[in-house]
């Protein structure tokens, strides 16, 4: 007998997929691990402590106007354990605002023999216990995150390291669909490095459409996933940076995802990648607007699943300071905002910036983990 999602479980997962692509909306990453979140506290001058990492989360979660801007939230395993001031658990209090609590399930890169340093995602063996748990706990999507790098001296990335991360990819979605779970599958190639705009198109092409045959192989629901991939810009080293602006950018994502993404998939939710808030929010809604303008029309939700570019500003301003909550949040609301309207075509570039804000300053991060 051949194994198969029932009927029951694929119109789950559709339902979740859908509501999280809601027009409007998407999602907070705020999965980052001990150690990343570590590098952040360093620069605020805050302890990397158990209940600090409680008390900025809150400071993300606990505000009530999320909610017409975010659809889900992406957690650490940590967090899904822990509560606000009043006792009530993280997840609680996002599903009270109709926020679908998400979970990251890789356990990080590893390095790929014979090759130029390249790595591969682990975590898949005792992924479906670990799915079931999360589930129980309230957890309805996931996310993994597979890094490609582009080296062009050093033949990166590799057929290995494409390949392998592809299947990694794809067995991980299937994994969570199995468990009711919608995966958000991750492919981000790097913009680390001094490669031009048409490199990273021509790598993020192949890339893309490696991952979407792994998972037609691996019987993967298409409308049960979400996308989050990276956008189509020049390497962070690249000489004639500054001449790329959002229109070349917003063209090249969108035809990129054109010739590999099915109309399927409900929606695509791009990562930072090192951009500032100002660049990804801008970037974001230009991708829109070519998008509602070519013919045919782009046919997902084209929303955002930033981490960096929603955080930066807002973790400055907290800096560990209960008497700063209230301004960190006026921020973090303020860069929610501007990425809705970005997801929906209508953000005038400059508008959420203020004279004093970090939203211009770059968020780059060289091989930047999570
Ligand atoms: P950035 O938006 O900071 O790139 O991260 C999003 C994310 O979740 C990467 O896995």
Known sequence: MTLMLSKNIQDELQQTA???????????????????????????????????????????????????????????????YQKDDNGKGFVDLLREKNIVPGIKVDRGLVLLMGTNNETNTQGLDDLKPRCEEYYKLGCRFAKWRAVLKIDEHGGSPSQLAIVENARGLARYASICQECRIVPIVEPEVLSDGNHSLEKCQQVSQKVFAATIAALHEHNVLMEGILLKPNMITAGHDFNGKAENNAEEIGMATVMTLMRTIPPAVPGI???????????????????NQIGSKI???????????????????????????????????????????????????????????TTSSTATKSNYVAKHVY
């Open 18 to 80: 859908r509501l999280l692509a809601t027009n409007g909306k998407g999602i907070l990453a705020a999965d980052e691990s001990m150690s990343t979140i570590g590098k952040k506290f360093v620069q605020i001058a805050v302890e990397n402590t158990k209940e600090n990492r409680r008390l900025y989360r809150q400071m993300l979660f606990g505000d009530d106007r999320i909610r017409e801007f975010i659809s889900g939230v992406i957690l650490h395993d940590e967090t899904l």
């Open 269 to 287: 939710m791009f990562l930072s990648g090192g951009q500032s808030e100002e660049e990804a929010t801008v970037n974001l809604s230009m991708i």
């Open 295 to 353: 013919k045919p029309q782009t046919p997902w939700k084209l929303s955002f699943s930033y981490g960096r570019a929603l955080q930066n500003s807002a973790i400055t301003i907290w800096a560990g300071n209960v008497e700063n909550v209230g301004k960190a949040r006026e921020e973090l609301i303020r860069r929610m905002k501007a990425n809705s309207l970005a997801s929906q075509g209508r953000y005038m570039p400059g508008s959420s910036t």
